[in-house]
């Protein structure tokens, strides 16, 4: 029996599957005889749409016979790419040439699988020197809004939730001692006009306004008094008093 390309149709669904047998090429046995009486193709799919279907409900027919496996083994990949079965519903293949595509169900395994185990501090060094150099590709304007709307609102992991004092207090000792990266550092005017434009025309949701102000209603802030200027100055404007006052001598 040579090595021989076959094309599987499941009637009920209208999909296909392509694929190669070369694989026992040596039984003594007709082509006819071996698909889909003694060989059902590899794919764990087919398998389970027979197991739910039948047999029957399948129509298949062979393509192609060749004299080695190599010649058909490269037949399969030239067709699957040709009719670009990894991203059409209408193919049941699930890999080329042993590159799998992965699935929602096959990516929350794996999810699942790494969810809570911490990485060790060798496996941290690794992807380390593995990124080292390497740039992001540039993430366009339209990517940029969909990733924006998609964690916005209702659709942000945090949306109606606070964090602990424990957690608030793991945070703040994180970053305790840590300078940041741009401090000392002077925006250029590219930045400035970036920002400015960014910002432009931009309003905040009332939503937003409303949570603000029940937050801070009834909450008295912070002052410190300026010797200069004499004035009693909120902690988080004091930075433009003190020595910074314009009215200092």
Request: some cysteine; charged content about 35%.
């Amino acid at each position: 029996m040579k090595p021989y390309t076959y094309l599987i149709k499941h009637n009920p669904t209208n999909t296909y599957y392509y694929g190669v047998r070369y694989q026992n090429v040596k039984k003594k046995i007709p082509i006819v005889e071996d698909l889909w009486t003694k060989y059902f193709t590899s794919s764990p799919t087919i398998k389970k749409l027979i197991s739910k279907y039948g047999v029957d409900s399948f129509s298949y027919e062979i393509r192609k016979i060749f004299n080695t496996s190599e010649q058909a083994l490269a037949w399969e990949t030239k067709v699957l790419r040709r009719c670009n079965v990894l991203h059409s519903d209408k193919w049941i293949n699930a890999n080329i040439a042993g590159n799998i595509m992965p699935t929602i169900e096959s990516n929350k395994k794996i999810s699942d699988f790494h969810k809570g185990k911490p990485k060790s501090e060798e496996h941290k060094r690794k992807i380390g020197i593995a990124n080292k150099g390497k740039k992001k590709p540039p993430v366009s304007d339209e990517t940029r809004k969909k990733l924006s709307e998609a964690g916005s609102g209702k659709n942000n992991v945090m949306y109606g939730k606070k964090h602990s004092a424990e957690t608030r207090k793991k945070m703040s000792e994180a970053l305790k001692g840590k300078v940041a990266h741009n401090k000392g550092k002077p925006m250029s005017a590219e930045q400035k006009q970036k920002l400015s434009d960014a910002m432009r025309g931009r309003k905040v949701d009332p939503e937003v306004i409303k949570r603000r102000v029940e937050k801070q209603r009834g909450q008295k802030r912070e002052k410190k008094h300026c010797p200069h200027c004499n004035k009693h100055i909120a902690v988080g404007w004091y930075n433009r008093h003190g020595d910074n006052c314009k009215l200092k001598v």
